[in-house]
């Protein structure tokens, strides 16, 4: 009797689970998501075709997701780009640039197309002590680095940032 309860308790325990889950991290519920181009409050412009990119990518590289059109997608995600920042970090002796950083600061929303619904939101304060979804890149220009390996550095981490939002609530 007492290995019957024993081999009971230990199934149960099996059964619990801990916390983890079986498979991706993501809602099993949504089969696919529109992402429309981003918009931008900053006067910079172009940045939100390269996030998009990004964003897609990290969309078909890292979920089940299957990107769609408007009319066809359970979800949408939608992204604003709230401000970007370079910044001069040090100079040389001849007050040239030698290490600068981009920041970008990004609102996003996603939600279920089916039900209106916000799966999920994040928005972000222009400060970036206090923001959720900020990301940085740095260059230096001496060692031939540009402003364009910074920026796509700083977009693909914010593509990350933004695609683990859609991941599950624990």
Known sequence: ???????????????????????????????????P???SDDFRRGYEFQLTESVLNQI????????AKSDAADTKLTMKIKSIRKT????????????LQVQFAVDVIWEDLRTGRILAQRQVSLEPEISHLFATGTMSPEV?????????QAMNSMARQIVDLMEAPW
């Open 37 to 39: 181009i981003a918009t």
């Open 144 to 152: 031939g680095q540009s402003l364009a390996t910074a920026t796509q």
């Open 60 to 67: 078909k590289d890292r979920t089940p997701f299957r990107i």
């Open 1 to 35: 009797m007492l290995a019957l309860s024993s081999i009971v308790c230990a199934a149960l325990f099996c059964v619990s689970g801990c916390g983890y889950t079986i498979g991706n991290a993501f809602q099993g519920n949504v089969r696919s998501v529109y992402v």
């Open 88 to 99: 001069v970090l040090g100079t040389t002796a001849d007050n040239d640039p030698r290490s």
